[in-house]
């Protein structure tokens, strides 16, 4: 069964930076895509930042220029940097992965079943 084990959040002040790790454990396989969403009370998840092979990382308009999404080559371990926080990045942020199986539940996907996988969430509080 894979899980997705993430770490680095905290509270830090307005400007500063912090960086989310999230390793995917349960699988020899390449989990894909990866990437970090988060959700604040009331609302819905909403993408951060996502990175897939062969393709350009996709970020949310919110982040982009300040947070940085990264993986260890060869391994399922994904990074977020994250920089010049504002008080609006305070969030519970999830790490997110897709891995492509042909079996699921006991059912045969001949086409193959993306199954997702979500890590336990960690916590950042940005204050001003």
């Known amino acids: 069964q894979v899980q997705l084990v993430e770490s680095g959040g905290g509270s830090v002040r307005a400007g500063e930076s912090l960086t989310l790790s999230c390793e995917g454990n349960?699988?020899?396989?390449?989990?894909?895509?990866m990437g970090w969403y988060r959700q604040v009370p009331g609302k819905q998840r909403e993408l951060v930042a996502e990175t897939k092979s062969g393709g350009v990382p996709v970020y949310s308009d919110s982040v982009k220029g300040r947070f940085t999404i990264s993986r260890e080559r060869g391994k399922n371990i994904a990074f977020l940097q994250m920089s010049s926080l504002k008080p609006e990045d305070t969030a519970a942020y999830y790490c997110?992965?897709?891995?492509?199986?042909?079996?699921?539940?006991?059912?045969?996907?001949?086409?193959?079943?993306?199954?997702?996988?979500w890590g336990q969430g960690t916590p950042v509080t940005v204050s001003s």
């Open positions: 997110h992965a897709n891995l492509l199986l042909t079996y699921y539940r006991g059912k045969y996907y001949p086409e193959g079943y993306e199954a997702d996988y």
């Open positions: 349960g699988t020899a396989r390449t989990l894909d895509p």
